[in-house]
């Protein structure tokens, strides 16, 4: 029995460790990822991060928003923020660039939300 309780209390110190963050080299700033400053989002339109898979929109100045840039259609990444929509190349679907909600089909899901962090002039992906 000594045996199988010792192998026990290494198993819990091993969960607890990890649970507890240790040996995180691919751990995150408690900001988040740096994505980009404020003033290289335009007011209202954005920008769109193809490795991320995010575009954060500006829909009134100092009001940041963050969402999928995959679209919900047949998931093509959007590729352009115009005119107040985000716009997806592939089957001309477009979303409302303060609510990722579908502004013109065939999509019929908005895009999902993305949780981000301004602090000062920086926008940190969560």
Known sequence: MTHSTTRRTVLATGA???AAGCGGENSTAPGGQQLTR???VPEGGGTIFKEQKVVITQPTKGDFKAFSAICTHMGC???????????????????DIADGAVAHGPATEPLP????????NSIHLL
Do not use: M, R, W
């Not at 990444?77 to 979303?95: E, F, L, M, R, W």
């Not at 939300?113 to 000062?120: A, C, D, Q, R, Y």
């Open 113 to 120: 939300p993305k949780s981000i962090k301004v602090e000062g």
């Open 38 to 40: 404020t003033g290289d």
């Open 77 to 95: 990444t959007v590729n352009q923020v115009a005119d107040g929509t985000i716009d997806c190349p592939c089957h001309g679907s477009k979303y």
């Open 16 to 18: 607890a460790a990890l």
